[in-house]
């Protein structure tokens, strides 16, 4: 069968957003931060993931995935397939709504949560610094190396070079937590369809002894084969690759005309008409703000124009 690609933000929140799923979404969890024995994540709660805006010109926008755990710890896990401009000031923007949102009037600022980001991408995001597919960040003193907050931490998983160290270094990789669940988001590849069969052929292998990894297979395949689940799931994939496309276009027509108007052009134009395609098909203003993980009030502006 042709399962669907879990790096597309539809299905990661499927499978890993859904508090029917609360098992695999805590075996998860463990296993990218290598979290152990009595340190294990044994209980979550599933929050809103809408950024609302502070101001009216502020910044809005919607995450991928939000839990807070029986630790007291939030965790916000931000999937990624297409490089964007500024990203670690941007996963740092988001860890600080979170953070400063998680305090009401009147409370004490020690009683503000520990609070981590998990950023999983498809490209490298310090591709000169360092050639590690998990890398993890605190703000230390930059002599004696002391923390100052335990309550910021960083996590950033590069699924590029995942693909390269496990084609190189196999039997290496295989000495992390995370390897399973990171085989499981590069096993297929949207753009192609195609699915690694050496590493489906390794997941069934673990889910025999590991019972969250059998779940999230059994999932895995449930999600790919729903019929409206794949609707949506092939439209945004359309609307991605059209990003994709609208991308490159528009860097070759920012060599004559400006680089920065003409991405914004180009993405522009990219989403109104993926919005009016949809719409035409009958799909509601929810449901298409939905599968782009844009506001209605977006969808509702582009279609007016």
């Given at each position: 069968?042709?399962?669907?690609?879990?790096?597309?933000?539809?299905?990661?929140?499927?499978?890993?957003?859904?508090?029917?799923?609360?098992?695999?979404?805590?075996?998860?969890?463990?296993?990218?931060?290598?979290?152990?024995?009595?340190?294990?994540?044994?209980?979550?709660?599933?929050?809103?993931?809408?950024?609302?805006?502070?101001?009216?010109?502020?910044?809005?926008?919607?995450?991928?995935?939000?839990?807070?755990?029986?630790?007291?710890?939030?965790?916000?896990?931000?999937?990624?397939?297409?490089?964007?401009?500024?990203?670690?000031?941007?996963?740092?923007?988001?860890?600080?709504?979170?953070?400063?949102?998680?305090?009401?009037?009147?409370?004490?600022?020690?009683?503000?949560?520990?609070?981590?980001?998990?950023?999983?991408?498809?490209?490298?995001?310090?591709?000169?610094?360092?050639?590690?597919?998990?890398?993890?960040?605190?703000?230390?003193?930059?002599?004696?190396?002391?923390?100052?907050?335990?309550?910021?931490?960083?996590?950033?998983?590069?699924?590029?070079?995942?693909?390269?160290?496990?084609?190189?270094?196999?039997?290496?990789?295989?000495?992390?937590?995370?390897w399973p669940w990171l085989t499981m988001l590069s096993a297929v590849d949207s753009r192609t369809k195609?699915?690694?069969?050496?590493?489906?052929?390794?997941?069934?292998?673990?889910?025999?002894?590991?019972?969250?990894?059998?779940?999230?297979?059994?999932?895995?395949?449930?999600?790919?084969?729903?019929?409206?689940?794949?609707?949506?799931?092939?439209?945004?994939?359309?609307?991605?690759?059209?990003?994709?496309?609208?991308?490159?276009?528009?860097?070759?027509?920012?060599?004559?005309?400006?680089?920065?108007?003409?991405?914004?052009?180009?993405?522009?134009e990219g989403i109104k008409e993926t919005i009016r395609k949809m719409s035409e098909k009958g799909m509601?203003?929810?449901?298409?703000?939905?599968?782009?993980?844009?506001?209605?009030?977006?969808?509702?502006?582009?279609?007016?124009?």
């Open positions: 069968m042709q399962y669907l690609d879990l790096k597309m933000d539809f299905m990661f929140k499927q499978l890993f957003g859904h508090p029917s799923r609360k098992s695999i979404t805590m075996a998860f969890l463990n296993a990218l931060l290598h979290r152990t024995g009595d340190d294990r994540i044994v209980d979550v709660q599933f929050e809103n993931t809408e950024l609302t805006k502070e101001t009216e010109d502020g910044k809005t926008g919607r995450l991928d995935v939000i839990v807070r755990t029986n630790r007291g710890e939030r965790i916000h896990v931000e999937i990624q397939i297409i490089p964007q401009y500024g990203m670690p000031e941007r996963l740092l923007y988001y860890w600080a709504r979170l953070f400063s949102s998680s305090l009401s009037k009147g409370e004490r600022y020690d009683t503000l949560p520990p609070t981590i980001m998990i950023a999983i991408l498809n490209y490298p995001l310090f591709p000169h610094e360092t050639d590690r597919f998990h890398t993890v960040f605190h703000i230390r003193e930059d002599e004696e190396q002391f923390l100052w907050s335990e309550h910021l931490e960083f996590h950033v998983l590069d699924l590029s070079q995942f693909m390269v160290k496990w084609k190189k270094y196999r039997r290496e990789v295989k000495q992390s937590p995370e195609r699915m690694d069969e050496d590493m489906f052929r390794e997941l069934e292998g673990i889910a025999m002894t590991e019972q969250e990894i059998l779940e999230a297979l059994e999932e895995w395949q449930s999600l790919s084969v729903d019929p409206e689940n794949r609707y949506a799931y092939e439209m945004r994939l359309k609307w991605l690759l059209d990003q994709l496309s609208n991308i490159r276009g528009s860097r070759e027509e920012g060599l004559k005309e400006g680089l920065k108007e003409g991405l914004k052009k180009g993405r522009e509601s203003v929810a449901e298409i703000a939905h599968i782009l993980d844009m506001t209605e009030e977006d969808v509702q502006e582009r279609l007016n124009e």
